[in-house]
């Protein structure tokens, strides 16, 4: 069992930028690849960003590419998202998703991800 908690949303201003956190239970952390989807209301979860168990590859979907950045850091247990030039319509829960491999796949949707994170808002104003 994995448990992720997210940190680090909030209300910005479009331009502007957060950094989310997410803290993952557990020791084999290093064996999951991680993700990050994001949902509004009446909307489906939309994929943002994964990375692979090492760090090594990263998917990044094309309407963040260039502005969102996603990294791990296997000795703390955490995966960040780099939001920079945030936009109004960025505002979302973000989910925090991972799942146990044994490759360097990344997953894309969100059925193949088996643990998720409570979501915390980010509020872009414009």
């Known amino acids: 069992q994995v448990q992720l908690v997210e940190s680090g949303g909030g209300l910005v201003q479009a331009g502007g930028s957060l950094r989310l956190s997410c803290a993952a239970s557990g020791r084999t952390f290093r064996n999951y690849a991680m993700g990050w989807f994001r949902q509004t209301p009446g909307k489906e979860r939309e994929f943002v960003a994964g990375?692979?168990?090492?760090?090594?590859?990263?998917n990044t979907a094309d309407s963040v590419k260039g502005r969102f950045t996603i990294s791990r850091d296997n000795a703390k247990n955490t995966v960040y998202l780099q939001m920079n030039s945030l936009k109004p319509e960025d505002t979302a829960v973000y989910y925090c998703t991972g799942r146990f491999v044994t490759t360097s796949w990344v997953p894309v949707a969100s059925r193949e991800y088996d643990y998720w994170g409570q979501g915390t808002q980010v509020t872009v104003s414009s």
């Open positions: 990375i692979s168990w090492g760090g090594g590859r990263t």
